[in-house]
């Protein structure tokens, strides 16, 4: 086996597992802020592929309908934030968990009643053909999803460190009631969160939709990968979901490849078992994920 | 300023405050002071909307503001240094400072420039934590957190200042440091209420006192007052 073809398969399933990092990236945000996640963040990915794939169908350009989907996302994030959220936090209550799970279940049987059971082809502008570069053929497509996932997510660290929003953002993740004291509100902080996460969960259904298709289940398999993803690298570390999202694509490539396509799905779930076991607060976390 | 009547609160079933009423006049230090569990800092919490009050009001300015969040109340010009300081220990103090000054900053851009003058003035204050205003606040004393927390409190320009157990933790030395503070905040016409252990102390730079036990005010007055009252003495002041 010639060391490109390993290379070649490496570098492909990396740039697929920032997809992963960064739906695994949506959940440290509203982790941050609030200390709960969407376990429905599948449905808000699949959701919004669904309608931007609406939008492209009544012939928008595909540059209109990127924004249109981002905020579309936004907004469902903040409706997961009011219906599954809010209650439960004021209350202290981890009830967060089954409404978030519930409300994922009636998107899915929304999607299914609206857009149907099939899978649907999303057309691109960008270019699918593969080109040559350092000794490995990589697609625009590919390549897109890659630019598409590191600009957000650097976009949203540099807005987090440079602006007093993102300071905000911090202090409220550091202790809530002291940055209530500064006159931050909390509960807009959480809302923010949740708005950015359905944004970054949109844009990786946008950009995974033209190499997937779109379909009501074509984010079960991603979400759970992106779940292992968080866990490994800790809830905390944007930097780490990209370094463990890349590695853990390689290393699906490869397992499929050299012990059979079953076992796509196995690594994610060995080094899920893994760090649990040996180091729960994750690879490059700083807090320990609670049990619940 | 601050008016507080007949409030009621506390932690879930148990009450911790059994209708608390006190007044904090313009341009004064009031000083509270009391045994450990007697509701000192719950009555502070239930002023700044930490904590809701189960019964009564807290007014502000002669409005009421019990019930409201606590960044509502914040941006009404009311800053809490609280217990324990909370700084934001992954922040650097610089950052911690800004914060302090969050609710009248720009959110995005510009919002160094336009709090310039009064970072000049707490570092003016706080010489310390100008040397250290890169450095993580996490990483500071306990002295220094709590320069960083009343630097902070001050940031926001506020109308009414409380500050909870400020020497608490800290060396004598610190301690006399952190009066020092307080008594020039004073002088500069600061308006504030004191939570105090060290009630000698408290009682030197207020200008009137609140003593609490079990969650209500049990004897209240001029510091010149409190020292003449021999229950009180033997109890509290040594």
């Known amino acids: ?292 | 300023m601050l008016l507080v009547e007949d409030v009621y609160a506390g932690y879930g079933l148990s009450e911790v405050l059994l209708g608390t009423s006190l007044a904090v006049k313009p341009g004064t230090v009031v000083a509270l002071i009391g045994a450990n569990g007697a509701g000192k800092t719950t009555t502070m919490r239930a002023i700044s909307g930490l904590l809701r009050p189960a019964r009564g009001r807290v007014l502000l300015d002669g409005n009421p503001v019990q019930g409201l969040a606590a960044s509502r109340i914040a941006r009404l010009g009311l800053a809490h240094a609280p217990e324990g300081r909370k700084v934001f220990g992954t922040l650097c103090v610089e950052d911690n400072l800004l914060l302090g000054a969050y609710g009248r900053l720009p959110r995005f851009f510009g919002f160094r420039g336009r709090a310039a003058s009064d970072l000049e003035r707490v570092y003016a204050l706080f010489p310390r934590l100008r040397e250290r205003r890169r450095q993580l606040a996490g990483t500071l004393s306990g002295g220094e957190q709590q320069m960083l927390a009343i630097g902070r409190a001050l940031m926001a320009r506020p109308k009414l200042m409380l500050l909870d157990e400020p020497s608490m933790g800290l060396a004598p030395v610190i301690v006399q440091e952190v009066f020092r503070t307080i008594r020039q905040l004073k002088a500069e016409g600061m308006t504030m209420l004191l939570v105090e252990q060290f009630a000698k102390t408290a009682l030197e730079v207020a200008d009137y006192a609140y003593v609490m036990e079990r969650g209500r005010i049990a004897i209240e007055g001029t510091p010149a007052e409190l020292r003449r009252d021999e229950r009180l003495l033997a109890a509290y002041l040594g």
């Open chain 1, 1 to 292: 086996m010639p060391a490109s073809i390993v290379a070649q398969m490496a570098i492909s399933g990396a740039l697929m597992g920032l997809v992963y990092a960064l739906i695994a990236y949506g959940f440290q945000l509203t982790y941050a802020t609030s200390k709960s996640i969407n376990f429905g963040q599948g449905e808000l990915v699949m959701v919004s592929a669904f309608f931007s794939l609406t939008l492209l169908d009544l012939g928008l350009s595909y540059w209109l309908v990127l924004p249109a989907g981002l905020l579309f996302g936004a907004a469902l994030g903040l409706v997961v934030e009011r219906a599954a959220v809010r209650l439960a936090l004021e209350q202290k209550s981890e009830g967060w968990i089954l409404l978030t799970i519930i409300l994922g279940l009636f998107f899915f049987s929304a999607a299914e009643n609206i857009w149907g059971r099939d899978d649907r082809p999303f057309p691109t502008p960008i270019p699918s053909e593969s080109f040559h570069v350092f000794g490995v053929d990589v697609t625009p497509l590919e390549l897109s999803v890659a630019v598409g996932v590191l600009a957000v997510m650097g976009l949203i660290e540099l807005l987090k460190r440079k602006t007093l929003l993102g300071k905000a953002f911090e202090a409220v993740s550091v202790d809530r009631d002291a940055g209530e004291l500064m006159g931050i509100s909390a509960k807009r902080t959480v809302m923010l969160s949740y708005a950015l996460s359905g944004t970054v969960a949109a844009l990786a259904g946008i950009l995974v939709s033209p190499i997937t298709t779109v379909g009501p289940t074509m984010a079960s398999a991603l979400v759970l990968k992106a779940f292992s993803v968080a866990v490994v690298a800790g809830l905390d570390s944007g930097f780490g979901v990209v370094l463990v999202g890349m590695f853990l694509g390689a290393l699906e490539t490869l397992a499929s490849f050299y012990v059979g396509s079953g076992w796509r799905e196995a690594p994610g779930l060995v080094l899920l078992i893994l760090a649990l076991a040996v180091r729960p607060t994750g690879v490059f976390g700083k807090a320990a994920i609670r049990k619940v």
